[in-house]
């Protein structure tokens, strides 16, 4: 059974810093990218990121909100995946969510199949 | 950045009833379109892919179509598990967006 378990979230001061991780199980996560997406309280969905495997060279992409201050980083060899989050702000402040990202069709179709629980980080003096 | 609007924000309907939910794109997404829906407390569920692929598990009263800039998610015959916010998902460039949701409520 495929299983995405965050954990690090709490409650940080505006300019502080937090890692997040996220411990995968029940499928080979190298061979995965795998993406970092939040929910503001009472908000939509926002992407925030991702991180490619080791054939593509663990390259990151960001979403122009968190670039700079955010750094996606992963352990093949623990199976986890990792949300550095520095420079905190109060519009930080959101469930983050790890999600598996599978590609599939001679066109590349993307679709995130499992999520973790998710794990609220909530930033404020 | 693509950005994607759904329609309506909301909707009531009743068990048994025949829904419609629209997402439409800023610019073209081919068919790199996903459909995901979110009960309160709990993360997404995928239910389509590409959209038209249902994923995996997911009730064949769901459906999807579209291509381009316009996408529909259908429900053939709502269950009273299928009241949730529902979001379409564009991956066609980075980076991927959401639309804003369409919650969908009993009536």
Redesign the interface.
Known sequence: EVQLVESGGGLVQPGGSLRLSCAASGFTFSDHYM?W?RQAPGK????IG?IRNKPNSYTT?Y??SVKGKFTILRDDSKNSLYLQMNSLKTEDTAVY?CARNSI??T?G?????Y????TLVTVSS | DIQMTQSPSSLSASVGDRVTITCRASQSTSNHLNWYHQKPGKAPKLLIYGASNLQSGVPSRFSGSGSGTDFTLTISSLQPEDFATYYCEQTYSLPHTFGQGTKLEIK
């Open positions: 993406d997406v939509g969905l926002e992407w991702r992409e979403a122009a969510y599939t069709g066109t179709l993307v679709y995130f199949d999520w973790g629980q998710g």
